[in-house]
């Protein structure tokens, strides 16, 4: 080869290294801005405006099976390539458009929209204004545990999925026949919701169709750590209760029985924020001394009773659950778009777990005796919201207030 030649091969490499390292635009046979290692565009810049083009990205859809994979085969798997293996580190930044089968489409498990891996979980890229989240990073059984929450107005801002913290120590224990039977009122035990309709023994592990919205059930001394249970009193209905964290993470706590008041009353004022119902429901507070003498709030409704557990409890439908069974008196938006989100996942007691599909049951901070407290219920087919007391070695659901 001659001088010539070799001379013309070298300026042929360096011009291509230059190109192969330098910036590109695709669709238009102009350089990118200056800040672009990419970009994409099939005309220059109209005058007057800064749009530079007629088409757009078209992103790879998939349809997501697993939130948070924790191997490479799981990664690979979670979009649809289920012999590949991905490296969760090196794929940091892979952006998808997640689709779904579900009817109706806010239902779905895994919402609709735009996915990054951020090397950890798929994370949308887009959330409602409204809703935030909260990275519990306390050591724990079910291990690092994200919740979604939001602002209710006045009455501050509450998770709106229920708890599921398992502390590593096993102070919190699986429910078992004895609490029941010998009437222990402190013992702090837990099990994960029936999973389907009927009547079931409590489990440490999941039910198939179980979603981590739905939480564990809990005992009410599990709920508060034991704070109470040697305290006797009516703390319902105190504005100036103190907040008692219990088993919630640092910063939020469980909520007091007033507390579900002023979120109750905020459902009713503004139905519209949180559900298809657009109609304000009447609202107004308990008289003093109704939290002992009676077990309803004093809503100004016939029958004393509020109609507002249709905007609290999710229109989405529970998994198992026949049709005929369906809670058809529903209207919560789920947690995604902006509701409260009950699910009716049930509750339990002793050696069973029950009501799926038929009751969401939480949990107050407020105490009723040394032997009982405070809980809302909102149940299938049914408009209201009940204010009762529960025996505390009974399993409830759990939100936390910031």
């Known amino acids: 080869m001659n001088i010539k030649l070799k001379h013309r091969f070298l300026l042929c490499y360096i011009l291509l290294s230059g190109n192969i390292i330098g910036q590109v635009t695709i669709g238009l046979d102009e350089e990118p801005i200056h800040g672009a290692l990419l970009q ?42 289920t012999t590949g293996s991905y490296d969760l580190s090196d794929h940091t930044g892979l952006l998808i458009y997640n689709i779904t089968e579900s009817v109706p489409k806010q239902c779905a498990l895994i919402p609709e929209g735009l996915y990054i891996w951020n090397g950890e979980e798929w994370r949308m890229a887009f959330d409602l204004p409204e809703i935030k989240r909260y990275t519990d990073y306390r050591p724990q059984v079910l291990g690092r545990q994200v919740y979604y929450y939001r602002s209710f107005g006045d009455a501050g801002e509450w998770m709106v999925e229920n708890l599921r913290y398992l502390p590593l120590d096993g102070s919190i224990t699986l429910s078992y026949k004895n609490v029941e039977h010998n009437h222990d009122y402190n013992a702090k035990v837990y099990s994960y919701p029936a999973g ?13 169709s179980w979603n981590p919205a739905q ?12 704070t109470y249970d040697d305290i006797s009193g009516n703390m319902g209905n105190n504005p100036d209760e103190p907040k008692l964290e219990g088993i919630c993470p640092p910063g939020w706590h469980v909520p007091s029985d007033y507390e579900w008041s002023q979120l109750e009353e905020e459902m009713c004022k503004y139905p519209e924020k949180y559900s298809s119902e657009t109609i304000p429901r009447p609202w107004r507070d308990r008289l003093p001394g109704s939290s002992s003498d009676g ?39 789920p947690m995604f778009y902006g509701g409260f989100g009950a699910q009716l996942v049930g509750n339990g007691r002793g050696e069973e777990t029950h009501l799926y599909g038929e009751s969401a049951v939480f949990w107050t901070s407020s105490y009723q005796s040394v032997y009982s407290a405070w809980y809302r219920a909102m149940f299938s087919f049914d408009l209201r919201v009940m204010r ?5 070695f009974e399993m409830l659901s759990i939100r936390c207030k910031k």
């Open 388 to 392: 009762q007391n529960a025996l505390k």
């Open 196 to 208: 389907l309709y009927g009547y079931t023994i409590p489990s440490a592990t999941p039910h198939p």
């Open 40 to 81: 994409l565009k099939n005309q220059p810049n109209i005058q007057g405006s800064k749009a530079n083009s007629t088409k757009g990205l078209g992103l790879p859809v998939v349809e997501l099976t697993n939130i948070k994979p924790t191997t490479k085969e799981e990664l690979a798997k979670s979009i649809g390539h």
């Open 295 to 333: 077990n309803d709030d004093d809503y100004e409704q016939t029958g004393n009773r509020g109609t507002h557990g249709e905007i609290m409890k999710s229109l989405c439908p529970m998994p198992n659950i026949a049709t005929h069974l369906e809670d058809t008196m529903a209207k919560g938006y």
């Open 215 to 226: 939480g564990l059930i809990y005992s009410y001394s599990a709920s508060t750590l034991g």
